[in-house]
């Protein structure tokens, strides 16, 4: 008897590989996105947890706030993406530094 383990894939029909393959897709998403919102959470925390200790420290948490916001779906509203990027712009402007993505 041979030790290597069988690879039932090769067995299956197409259509049963295919569904195989999309539950592990699936599976595989939707640990990812657990893990995200684990890590939002504790960055949040973070951002939360005390007052900012100068304007860049401020402007960075309020970057990720309107980045927060901008993927809500008010966001798709052009005058609210334009306003979301203007006040990126001005923190860049106002601090000297160079635009953010």
């Given at each position: 008897m041979a030790n290597h383990p069988t690879n039932l894939d090769t067995h299956r029909g197409m259509a049963a590989q295919k569904a195989t393959d999309l539950r592990r897709l699936r599976a595989e998403v939707e640990a990812d996105q657990e893990t995200l919102r684990a890590r939002q959470a504790a960055l949040e925390d973070l951002l939360a947890a005390a007052p900012a200790t100068d304007w860049h420290e401020a402007v960075e948490?309020?970057?990720?706030?309107?980045?927060?916001?901008?993927?809500?779906?008010?966001?798709?509203?052009?005058r609210r993406r334009k306003l979301i990027d203007r006040v990126l712009a001005d923190f860049d402007h106002l601090l000297g530094s160079p635009t953010h993505d």
């Amino acid at each position: 008897m041979a030790n290597h383990p069988t690879n039932l894939d090769t067995h299956r029909g197409m259509a049963a590989q295919k569904a195989t393959d999309l539950r592990r897709l699936r599976a595989e998403v939707e640990a990812d996105q657990e893990t995200l919102r684990a890590r939002q959470a504790a960055l949040e925390d973070l951002l939360a947890a005390a007052p900012a200790t100068d304007w860049h420290e401020a402007v960075e948490k309020a970057r990720y706030l309107l980045g927060v916001l901008a993927q809500n779906s008010d966001a798709a509203d052009l005058r609210r993406r334009k306003l979301i990027d203007r006040v990126l712009a001005d923190f860049d402007h106002l601090l000297g530094s160079p635009t953010h993505d």
